[in-house]
């Protein structure tokens, strides 16, 4: 006698999403795209513009008197004792200085800076529920692609959420090679872990991980 077994197709994805409930795996996206909203000025929204200045063309410029430029549309206020790495871009010099600051409770400013070029700079908040502001003395000319990204003092890292540890970083749509000598570092404090780039992230950056609960 011949006996047939019926058995319905196995879904795999099925099969391994449930193991992996059972054991309390779990995995989540994390972005980490700065702490500036609206660096680039692709658009005129997410600052607070002073006399003189405008937003267009990708750029925030200035003509006349001394006024701030505030970025008031953040997502991330900037921890309080954090410090962040500065980066922003001068062109169409005509005359003046200016800086950054990081603007809250208290003023943590940076260096006053003169002509074309991209500039970056290390800042301690010592303020609260801070947010980026650039100063100017006489200063006329564009800035663009505005970043602030957390440190741990030397290199910019980006720091998991407590509980979570990164298993794939994406940078721009692309898997990145973990290793000193690859795109990527995972430091581990004791209590937090952090992706430390090889190469520094800048204002369009957009960098993904995937962290799974440690």
């Not at 019926?6 to 989540?28: I, S």
């Not at 970025?71 to 922003?88: K, Q």
Request: net charge negative; charged share 20%; proline share 3%.
């Amino acid at each position: 006698m011949t006996v047939y077994i019926e058995k319905p197709a196995v879904n795999l994805r099925e099969e391994l999403a449930g193991l992996r409930n059972q054991g309390g795996y779990e995995e989540q996206q994390f972005y980490f795209d700065g702490l500036v909203t609206n660096g680039t000025f692709d658009a005129d929204t997410d600052w607070t513009k002073g006399t003189g200045w405008t937003i267009g063309s990708g750029v925030a410029s200035k003509t006349g008197a001394d006024t701030n430029i505030d970025n008031t549309g953040y997502v991330t206020r900037i921890p309080t004792n954090a410090v962040v790495r500065f980066e922003f871009t001068i062109s169409g010099y005509v005359g003046g200085s200016i800086r950054p600051v990081l603007a809250g409770g208290n003023a943590n400013a940076g260096t006053f800076q003169s002509g074309n070029g991209t500039y970056s700079e290390f800042i301690t908040n010592s303020g609260s529920n801070s947010y980026a502001r650039f100063q100017t003395s006489g200063f006329e000319g564009s800035i663009d692609n505005v970043s602030v990204f957390e440190t741990d003092g030397t290199d910019v890292v980006h720091k998991m959420p407590k509980g979570w540890k990164p298993k794939d970083v994406f940078e721009d749509g692309l898997l990145q090679r973990e290793g000193a000598a690859y795109d990527y570092e995972v430091v581990y404090d004791g209590f937090d872990y952090y992706v430390k780039p090889a190469v520094a992230p800048s204002a369009t950056t957009q960098t993904c991980v995937i962290g799974v609960k440690a």
